[in-house]
């Protein structure tokens, strides 16, 4: 019989966190008497046993609250620790340390609130460790596999679109190129969607690449039928036909381009620039898509979720994530989603309603 869990968030922070915490304390405590442990920092507060009892007065107010009370990191892998031996930094597996935590408080099921790379270390603490875990996604990017939404995405896609609507006016002030850099590092569904919210002309997404002369190309032939300014939303992992084949300026301060995370922006205006001899300007969002407070339905997901996942823990269906399935709360078992991205698919009904349009992919 369950009698107490965990719980703790991890990965980047995104709106909805909070109210997930509460969800599950407050479905945890009133519904099935169970103890509530909240570990600090996701995966770190495991390994270094930093915790603290959840009441319900810990809960009230957060619901609509950015952030999360329990703190989070996305750069901690409790499998690949560094740490520091007389001097040395070496790399070692703590994992054991979070069995240890977890028998301490005698606490039968984690529940983890987390992304891809969180649900991916639960996995190997199922499989590894033993341990029982049920799993609440959250993401910004949208791009958990095996759920049709997580919370976090559609405020983020609230964000990106009002920054696009913002844009419009001075773009057309200035008849200039506006280039709107989201977050999408494998996945552009918040391109995809703020971009048709918000009324781009092209949209640029990881999976489809793209041809530099045909995005030029669009913004011709905008400019030839009376448009003199465009606006581009691209993802941040969105990159040309063949990659980046020259040094960028990525933000790590090396100019060497690793991953198709941070200057993909600049690439695009720097050449478009070359063919069209337009100006462009570029707004990279960044973090301002995780803060802030939840939209109603990511508050409304959030709360789904966490009341759902206490009530599979109760059912004893311990390893599995809550998911949406064609709008109904379902869980699946963790192992068959652990290292999977949900990406767009090229030939989806919101790409092809995009093209209807007139909305360029550049290819």
């Given at each position: 019989m369950v009698k107490r869990i965990g719980l703790m968030t991890s990965g980047g922070d995104c709106p909805g966190l909070n109210t997930a915490i509460r969800a599950v304390v407050k479905s945890a405590i009133n519904n099935y008497g169970y103890e509530v442990i909240g570990f600090r920092d996701g995966y770190r507060g495991l390994v270094e046993n930093r915790f603290v009892k959840m009441k319900l007065s810990d809960v009230s107010g957060i619901l609509d609250k950015g952030g999360t009370i329990l703190g989070t990191t996305n750069r901690y892998n409790p499998f690949a620790v560094t740490v520091d031996k007389d001097g040395e930094k070496t790399v070692k597996d703590m994992s054991d340390r979070i069995v240890d935590t977890?028998?301490?408080?005698?606490?039968?099921?984690?529940?983890?609130?987390?992304?891809?790379?969180?649900?991916?270390?639960?996995?190997?603490?199922?499989?590894?460790?033993?341990?029982?875990?049920?799993?609440?996604?959250?993401?910004?990017?949208?791009?958990?596999?095996?759920?049709?939404?997580?919370?976090?995405?559609?405020?983020?896609?609230?964000?990106?679109?009002?920054?696009?609507?913002?844009?419009?006016?001075?773009?057309?002030?200035?008849?200039?190129?506006?280039?709107?850099?989201?977050?999408?590092?494998?996945?552009?569904?918040?391109?995809?969607?703020?971009?048709?919210?918000?009324?781009?002309?092209?949209?640029?997404?990881?999976?489809?690449?793209?041809?530099?002369?045909?995005?030029?190309?669009?913004?011709?032939?905008?400019r030839n039928k009376g448009k003199s300014f465009s606006i581009i939303v691209m993802s941040a992992g969105a990159k040309p036909e063949g990659g980046i084949t020259e040094p960028v300026n990525n933000g790590n301060g090396n100019g060497n381009y690793t991953m198709p995370y941070e200057g993909t922006s600049a690439f695009l205006a720097r050449e478009l620039e070359k063919l069209t001899s337009l100006e462009c300007r570029i707004t990279v969002l960044g973090y301002l898509q995780r803060g802030g407070e939840p939209s109603p339905y990511d508050r409304i997901l959030a709360t789904r979720f966490g009341a759902s996942a206490v009530n599979i823990i109760n059912k004893g269906e311990f390893n599995r994530m809550v998911c949406v399935d064609h709008e109904q709360i379902n869980s699946i078992p963790i192992k068959e989603i652990a290292g999977k991205v949900r990406k767009v698919p090229v030939n989806s009904e919101l790409i092809q309603i995009a093209r209807y349009m007139g909305v360029s992919f550049g290819d």
């Open positions: 977890l028998k301490m408080h005698d606490i039968d099921c984690l529940v983890v609130i987390g992304g891809d790379a969180t649900i991916n270390y639960a996995n190997r603490l199922i499989e590894e460790k033993g341990i029982n875990v049920v799993a609440i996604p959250k993401t910004i990017e949208n791009d958990i596999y095996g759920t049709d939404m997580s919370f976090g995405f559609m405020t983020a896609v609230n964000t990106a679109t009002y920054a696009i609507d913002k844009l419009h006016s001075t773009a057309e002030s200035h008849h200039r190129v506006m280039i709107l850099e989201v977050m999408g590092r494998f996945a552009g569904w918040v391109a995809l969607e703020a971009g048709i919210a918000g009324g781009a002309d092209v949209i640029l997404i990881p999976e489809i690449p793209y041809d530099i002369n045909k995005v030029a190309r669009a913004i011709f032939e905008r």
